[in-house]
């Protein structure tokens, strides 16, 4: 990895993880709710969509502590989202980043009520943001709930499971992987971007460069379930192939895959380009998800 | 039931009717998942939650369009707790209101996410009311929030399940009620009031009264539990306690948690003349509460 990068990523996962520890120490509310919640929390995420947010902010402002609760309430919405997704109604997955997953380290009742908390809590956090206008907080709202609820993610996670009942097409594959993964990531970095003063036609572009960044993401994912190495990628390679889910490889084949990833590259690239960020970290991360191991 | 409440009941049951149909018609999503959030939503819901917040507005304003946003997002909220409590995981109810509960009428996966569409989209609605000033939606997001994350609605649930397993106090039973059924109630009540530009000192009675009101619900339900007409209640009678639910009729027996109930009722009337509100359809609402057959 870049060394510029590997130094931006480590500074901001200690911001971010002080940030998430602040909000949750001092939440008052029952013992099992609340480790429940921080478990999966703490859970080895890399903290990939807040590391983007800020990222994307640095762009046009520096000022970083104006995102971090923001940030904060990102993760708890990604994180939501895994605990509910590996439910047995779901996923059904009992390991996740190489441990056990909410509902088998708790139960499957704690499980939903803390992924609902999560969700719940993080719309309370950016209402109490002391750093923000009322103004941008309204905003942040109405992104964050779009993008991660029944236009967003959460569109992504059904269309998901109806296609695991059929082969989807690149197409549909696309569409699903847009919405499940790639709304997070567009909110990460339009919301970094319009608290850093970004005026709306970069805004317009980084939308673009979001959703290519998106598909990088997932193609690697599929392709590190079949190159990958177990100890480092936390679950069993092959997974996918024998939960018999749509993947680029499964669609494509792995050389194809990689041609896929390879043109995202370069349509992504060029997006950061037209909106004016391509000497930033989003650059470097662009490369750094198309390479990632894990 | 007061011929006057009766009127403001059904009147406001229409206007939040037609508030929750403007909303759902025009979101662009899966099939699958839209169906089976309007399922709910329609499945024979009182209204309950939304009338409150709209009478505790009209004590203080008459421009009822400024609350129907609000009343329409607390009855998502609501509606989304009730498809999560029901979850095999959860209580496993099979029937609500004489029909189907929401996995079992589609499954169980959707029904998850059916409710995390609800509660998310219930903030995206708040953030997007054209007739809020920010700072009031900044407020209207950050006590329905609290009244429904992990410090209000969410604790009351999980102290419930564990509750379950143990015969639990009066006080604790208070504690899980005023968290499961009150916050939601408190919420109706604080938003109608601070929209309708009441004081503070005046929401601050407005709290206490919608305590005692959240506790004279569920008395009454625990005692149509037992005395009520499974047609008219839409389950069977006794079903608490087949299910060893922790009821007041259980731990006080029928005569003394009625009385409780009228106990209740007594500092619920005396609160609202504390707030100045003794005239409002607040006052025939806890009545109403208190004597209803379902």
Redesign the interface.
């Known amino acids: 990895m870049h060394q510029g990068l590997k130094e931006f990523i480590s500074e901001n996962r200690e911001l971010i993880q002080s940030e998430l520890n602040k909000h949750l120490a001092n939440?008052?509310?029952?013992v099992?709710?609340?480790e429940s919640?921080i478990y999966s929390l703490e859970a080895g995420g890399k903290r990939l969509r807040p590391v983007i947010l800020m990222a994307s902010f640095r762009n046009y402002d520096h000022e970083i502590n104006r995102v971090l609760p923001t940030a904060a309430a990102l993760e708890m919405i990604h994180t939501?989202s895994l605990v509910?997704d590996d439910?047995p109604?779901?996923d059904d997955d009992d390991v996740r980043r190489g441990m056990p997953t909410n509902?088998k380290k708790f139960?499957?009742?704690?499980a939903?009520?803390a992924?609902?908390?999560l969700?719940?809590?993080s719309?309370?956090l950016?209402?109490?943001d002391a750093l923000l206008?009322?103004?941008e907080?309204?905003?942040i709202?109405?992104i964050l709930?779009?993008a991660?609820?029944?236009?967003g993610m959460?569109?992504g996670?059904?269309?998901d499971?109806?296609a695991e009942k059929k082969d989807a097409t690149l197409e549909e594959l696309e569409t699903i992987h847009t919405l499940k993964t790639g709304e997070l990531f567009r909110f990460a970095i339009r919301a970094g971007a319009y608290l850093g003063g970004a005026q709306d036609k970069q805004i317009r572009h980084l939308d673009q460069f979001s959703r290519y960044l998106g598909l990088i993401f997932q193609v690697q994912d599929d392709i590190l379930d079949v190159t990958g190495d177990p100890d480092i990628i936390g679950k069993p390679v092959g997974s996918d192939v024998s939960n018999e889910k749509n993947t680029y490889v499964k669609l494509l084949g792995l050389d194809r895959a990689v041609q896929k990833k390879n043109d995202y590259v370069d349509k992504a690239k060029k997006a950061l380009r037209e909106a004016g960020a391509e000497t930033s970290h989003l650059m470097s991360l662009t490369d750094y998800f198309s390479n990632r191991e894990r």
């Open positions: 939440l008052d509310i029952p099992r709710l609340k919640m939501y509910h439910l109604a779901m509902h139960d499957e009742a704690t939903i009520l992924g609902d908390a969700l719940t809590y719309f309370e950016i209402s109490n206008t009322d103004s907080k309204v905003r709202v109405q709930a779009e991660s609820g029944p236009k959460v569109a996670q059904i269309l499971m109806e």
